[in-house]
């Protein structure tokens, strides 16, 4: 069995058709960036909306410069809900589906097998080899144990050299996918065999405009490599902000200072070691717990998984008694922020959103805002919170404002955006280090400020 096409990176000619089974958060960037960068790519979805919008030139979801790229490579982006067109017209296919956590928190693969399924079905009617590459986030064992058994079934092939199988999931935030996708730290590949890496490796020097470091490796260490880099960048944030609850009990300690003198250590690094709200979104919380769900199942002790969660749930108690700390009787509390990080819709484990949820549970009067995400928080929070239309419409009716994210909308906050009607606000500014007390003489610092907010 041939290939169809040589690994040259610099060849615009001989360069694999992509295509991407998933045209959600992560694959929609994925097919325009790879679109950018000079790939013919198909996308493939089974909600029909996401494709008509891909086809129309129409971004499928919210996501900072993806209709930009879109709006410039056109011509060489296509999408269809048909896998055997897909199969028939590319030769790598990147699968990006939901891997939703089961009851006992591990990710499920019931997404990813169908589609693999329906990709090896479309197989058996295409001679040539294909690449088959796992995007989503899996438990370690997956892609060589239940996807791969789906695919060589339903394809009538052995993974080798007719077929091959691939591991290999981004390192991204929402809200920065196109940056993080250009600019990544490292490749991870999880490889069938070298041929399957080999073809992978060149779409990312390709692709990619940092050198980041690649790193090959069989599928079960790339899946592990996966979820632990995240659940080491959680410890970091919940060992933060253990430091900044100590400050909070240590006469004049400033955990800002001591988490900046920390973080000069190489051996530990500036990033993450900021305290803050807790760490929130679609990634963190979940692969945290799929983590430590691993190390049961294995009968390993995942103790510090586990306290980095506990930790992380505390940080929600903390803000909440900071609240009732200043806040009057029948008074009313702004949440401003209620995605789990700026410039996003997503509300998936928003430390806001669950803010306004734990304080209107326990009877006080919440109003709220956020400047893209709203939408996604009325539909949780239902009428439990009102919501208001600007920052300042939700801060004129508060006698204490919480800033949850360190959205730009918030950055021009001044001292007199606090004092309207002659009321005392208080504003707990959670991302930007100042605690503004206004009707006092001036700002005043203090240890709730020192949760800074960081990009999760
Ligand atoms: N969103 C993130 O920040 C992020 C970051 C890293 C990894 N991941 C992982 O990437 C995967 C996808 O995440 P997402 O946020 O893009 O999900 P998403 O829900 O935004 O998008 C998934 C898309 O897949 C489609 N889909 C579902 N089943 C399908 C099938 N059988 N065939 C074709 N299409 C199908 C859905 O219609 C949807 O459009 C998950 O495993 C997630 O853990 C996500």
Same mark, same amino acid.
């Given at each position: 069995?041939?290939?169809?096409?040589?690994?040259?990176?610099? !060849?615009?000619? !001989?360069?694999?058709?992509?295509?991407?089974?998933?045209?959600?958060?992560?694959?929609?960037?994925?097919?325009?960036?790879?679109?950018?960068?000079?790939?013919?790519?198909?996308?493939?979805?089974?909600?029909?909306?996401?494709?008509?919008?891909? !086809?129309?030139?129409?971004?499928?979801?919210?996501?900072?410069? =993806?209709?930009?790229?879109?709006? @410039?490579?056109?011509?060489?982006?296509?999408?269809?809900?048909?896998?055997?067109?897909?199969?028939?017209?590319?030769?790598?296919?990147?699968?990006?589906?939901?891997?939703?956590?089961?009851?006992?928190?591990?990710?499920?693969?019931?997404?990813?097998?169908?589609?693999?399924?329906?990709?090896? *079905?479309?197989?058996? &009617?295409?001679?040539?080899?294909?690449?088959?590459?796992?995007?989503?986030?899996?438990?370690?064992?997956?892609?060589?144990?239940?996807? +791969?058994?789906?695919?060589?079934?339903?394809?009538?092939?052995?993974?080798?050299?007719?077929?091959?199988?691939?591991?290999?999931?981004?390192?991204?935030?929402?809200?920065?996918?196109?940056?993080?996708?250009?600019?990544?730290?490292?490749?991870?590949?999880?490889?069938?065999? @070298?041929?399957?890496?080999?073809?992978?490796?060149?779409?990312?020097?390709?692709?990619?405009?940092?050198?980041?470091?690649?790193?090959?490796?069989?599928?079960?260490?790339?899946?592990?490599?996966?979820?632990?880099? !995240?659940?080491?960048?959680?410890?970091?944030?919940?060992?933060?902000?253990?430091?900044?609850?100590?400050?909070?009990?240590?006469?004049?300690?400033?955990?800002? %200072?001591?988490?900046?003198?920390?973080?000069?250590?190489?051996?530990?690094?500036?990033?993450?070691?900021?305290?803050?709200?807790?760490?929130?979104?679609?990634?963190?919380?979940?692969?945290?717990?799929?983590?430590?769900?691993?190390?049961?199942?294995?009968?390993?002790?995942?103790?510090?998984?586990?306290?980095?969660? +506990?930790?992380?749930?505390?940080?929600? *108690?903390?803000?909440?008694?900071? %609240?009732?700390?200043?806040?009057?009787?029948?008074?009313?509390?702004?949440?401003?922020?209620?995605?789990?990080?700026?410039?996003?819709? *997503?509300?998936?484990?928003?430390?806001?959103?669950?803010?306004?949820?734990?304080?209107?549970?326990?009877?006080?009067?919440?109003? &709220?805002?956020?400047?893209?995400?709203?939408?996604?928080?009325?539909?949780? =929070?239902? $009428?439990?919170?009102?919501?208001? $239309?600007?920052?300042?419409?939700?801060?004129?009716?508060?006698?204490?404002?919480? %800033?949850?994210?360190?959205?730009?909308?918030?950055? $021009?906050?001044?001292?007199?955006?606090?004092?309207?009607?002659?009321?005392?606000?208080?504003?707990?500014?959670?991302? =930007?280090?100042?605690?503004? %007390?206004?009707?006092?003489?001036?700002?005043?610092?203090?240890?709730?400020?020192?949760?800074?907010? +960081?990009?999760?």
């Amino acid at each position: 069995m041939k290939t169809i096409f040589q690994v040259q990176p610099t !060849n615009r000619e !001989n360069r694999p058709r992509l295509s991407v089974v998933g045209l959600g958060k992560l694959g929609s960037p994925m097919v325009a960036v790879f679109a950018d960068k000079g790939f013919q790519v198909t996308g493939l979805d089974i909600n029909p909306q996401f494709v008509a919008a891909l !086809n129309e030139g129409r971004a499928p979801v919210e996501e900072p410069g =993806l209709q930009e790229l879109l709006d @410039k490579n056109r011509e060489r982006i296509s999408a269809t809900t048909d896998f055997a067109d897909l199969v028939r017209h590319t030769d790598v296919t990147f699968v990006i589906v939901p891997t939703p956590s089961g009851s006992d928190a591990c990710f499920t693969n019931k997404f990813v097998v169908d589609a693999v399924t329906k990709i090896g *079905v479309a197989l058996r &009617a295409k001679k040539e080899y294909h690449l088959v590459v796992v995007t989503s986030t899996v438990m370690p064992g997956s892609t060589d144990g239940e996807i +791969r058994d789906a695919l060589e079934a339903a394809s009538g092939r052995q993974v080798g050299e007719e077929l091959g199988l691939c591991y290999n999931p981004e390192f991204i935030a929402l809200g920065s996918v196109i940056r993080d996708m250009l600019y990544p730290d490292m490749i991870l590949i999880g490889e069938s065999d @070298k041929k399957a890496g080999d073809i992978l490796e060149t779409i990312y020097t390709a692709s990619t405009l940092s050198k980041p470091e690649i790193h090959r490796m069989n599928c079960v260490n790339a899946e592990l490599t996966k979820i632990s880099v !995240n659940t080491y960048v959680t410890t970091k944030i919940s060992y933060a902000n253990m430091i900044s609850e100590m400050c909070d009990h240590l006469p004049n300690a400033d955990a800002n %200072v001591v988490s900046s003198a920390i973080g000069a250590d190489s051996r530990i690094g500036k990033k993450y070691i900021k305290s803050a709200v807790g760490y929130g979104g679609p990634c963190f919380p979940r692969d945290n717990k799929a983590f430590a769900a691993l190390g049961r199942r294995l009968g390993v002790r995942c103790d510090l998984a586990e306290a980095t969660d +506990r930790i992380n749930d505390h940080q929600l *108690v903390r803000m909440s008694d900071v %609240v009732d700390a200043h806040l009057p009787e029948n008074g009313c509390v702004a949440i401003l922020g209620l995605s789990y990080k700026p410039m996003t819709p *997503v509300v998936e484990a928003s430390q806001g959103l669950m803010l306004a949820e734990l304080l209107a549970d326990a009877g006080r009067k919440v109003v &709220a805002f956020d400047p893209i995400a709203a939408e996604n928080a009325k539909s949780k =929070l239902g $009428s439990k919170v009102t919501f208001a $239309s600007t920052t300042q419409e939700a801060i004129d009716q508060a006698d204490v404002v919480v %800033v949850m994210t360190p959205s730009p909308e918030y950055a $021009s906050l001044k001292p007199e955006s606090f004092s309207t009607h002659g009321r005392v606000r208080v504003g707990v500014k959670a991302s =930007l280090s100042t605690y503004i %007390v206004p009707g006092r003489s001036r700002l005043e610092r203090d240890t709730v400020t020192q949760r800074q907010v +960081r990009a999760a």
